[in-house]
């Protein structure tokens, strides 16, 4: 959250610094984008959507926030859990940070097999413009 408000204090001095103004649209794209950019990260990494993007989209958080809130964190229980292991072994074979005791052909195997399983969950197929 503390990240998203230096943020946008930066956007707004470099639009004023160009002559422009920010407006409520800018404004509402930028912390659309910061927020999404949060649940991307937070789904490769633990599995789940960001539990703060209400608070960075819209400032606050209300009720149906803090359910979701729950619920995001009772799925990153279960997750983490179960699949742990797994995601992390896959991020350190991305990092090409696998030690020397395991097989590098065999991680890429089950990580290629496990994307194939589920691809949904690792790939968005929509198309972002960014101006």
């Not at 606050?60 to 809130?69: I, M, P, Q, T, V």
């Not at 496990?114 to 101006?131: F, G, N, S």
Request: glycine share 6%; with cysteine; charged share 25%.
């Amino acid at each position: 959250v503390v990240e998203g408000y230096i943020g946008m204090h930066i956007i707004t001095q470099q639009l004023m610094s160009m002559g422009l103004k920010m407006t409520p649209n800018i404004d509402q794209a930028m912390r659309n984008l910061w927020a999404d950019n949060g649940d991307y990260i937070s789904i490769q990494y633990s599995g789940t959507e960001s539990v703060i993007s209400e608070v960075t989209r819209k400032g606050h958080e209300n009720f149906s926030g803090k359910l979701f809130h729950f619920k995001c964190t009772m799925n990153r229980f279960f997750k983490n859990w179960l699949d742990d292991e797994f995601r992390q072994k896959s991020i350190d074979v991305f990092l090409s940070k696998v030690p020397d005791s395991i097989s590098t052909d065999s991680c890429q195997f089950k990580l290629a097999s496990k994307l194939k399983e589920c691809p949904e969950d690792y790939c968005d197929p929509q198309h972002t413009t960014v101006y």
